[in-house]
């Protein structure tokens, strides 16, 4: 059997190592292809060397654009690459223009497309992400779905054949790397203590294209540092921190005990959501992770796809006002978890099942 493994921008990564060891094992031949959606050394290559992921065999270096400039010319790549390859299936990954270029231009070819993290739904088709999904998820023929959720979503808009429910390939990663980090060291590296810090991460269009939206989240983020007293970690994605520039708010989160740095790796990363006081994210991915490892999120967003973590009282979803930020931070840190008895996202064998799946239908 052959696959054709499309990635290209960072949770991708995260998701595609180990789902591609499990293919490998199976004696699949995966041609792995990265879109170059994501290019700086800490976005794309760092998770390479870490989660030991194939060296691609096409990097197609697309890079960044408008939707229809970067989709258009990943769809353009993808199309020779599968022309010249013919693989029996097409693997893609989550919501972002390389999932949907690459779904895309599998099924214009009549190539069967497999979706990791199918029937995921914010039903804000504002998002350039729900518009990926909900395209990727009908054009193709393995759906894998993560969640109970994913699966009503999926026969809501009636798609029911094809349908997996497999869990979530994070839970997999996560549970793999936390196994073998260097919890100690990575904290030493910036002095911090479990459960001293607040971690945030935000990247999310809605937010960062809105001068308004950003403005309100450094405004709490300086509210909880300066008047509250708590130390913040903020890796910084590459779009908010020129964005952050644009708007010259910068200087808003000049405040001490704000630590500003570059996106760490994967590794750390395990380890700051893992001893965070809170995390406060507009990320899908960080707020699994979150829960994962024990840790509640706010989500300065007005709706999520991971809505058993909302429905639960685990994350809370606070808008953007900075007031509100802070309060559910506040509440966060201070209030005790709820009892959450339901593994949502698997047992951790998700990469496994889909290996599975594909290799015997
Ligand atoms: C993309 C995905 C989003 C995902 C996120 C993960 C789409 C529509 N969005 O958003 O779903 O959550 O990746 O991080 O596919 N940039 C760099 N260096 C890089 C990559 C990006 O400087 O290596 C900057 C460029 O200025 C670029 C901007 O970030 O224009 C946005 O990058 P892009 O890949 O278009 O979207 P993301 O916001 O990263
Ligand atoms: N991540 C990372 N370093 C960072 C920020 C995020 O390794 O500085 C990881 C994070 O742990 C998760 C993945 O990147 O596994 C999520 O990617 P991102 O937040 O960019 O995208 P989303 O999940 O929102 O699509």
Known sequence: MKVVSIVGARPQFVKAGIVSRELRNRGVREIFVHTGQHYDFEMSEVFFRELNLPEPDYYLGVGSGTHGEQTGRMLIEIEKVLLKENPDVVLVYGDTNS????????????????????GLRSYNMEMPEEINRVLTDHISKFLFAPTETAVKNLKREGIEKGVYLVGDVMYDVALEVLSKVD???????????????ILVTIHR????????HLREIAGALRELSLNHNHKIFFPVHPRTRKKLEEYNLLEVLDVPNLILSRPVTYFEMVVLEKNAAAIITDSGGVQKEG????????????ETEWVELVETGWNILSG?????????????????????????????????KIAELLTSN
Request: charge should be negative; include cysteine; aromatic fraction near 8%.
């Open 183 to 197: 919890e100690r060291g990575i904290l030493s590296k910036w002095n911090l203590h479990p459960d001293g810090y």
């Open 320 to 352: 953007v006002k900075s007031e509100d930020i802070v309060k559910s931070t506040l509440q966060i840190i201070s209030g005790d978890p709820p009892e959450i008895g339901k593994r949502f996202y698997g047992e951790g064998d998700a990469s496994k």
């Open 99 to 118: 999932t949907l270029a690459g779904a895309l231009a599998a099924a214009k070819l009549h190539i069967d497309v497999a979706h990791v993290e199918a």
């Open 205 to 212: 269009a809605e937010n960062t294209d809105s001068e308004n």
């Open 291 to 302: 829960f994962f490892f024990g840790t509640r999120c706010v989500i300065p967003r007005n």
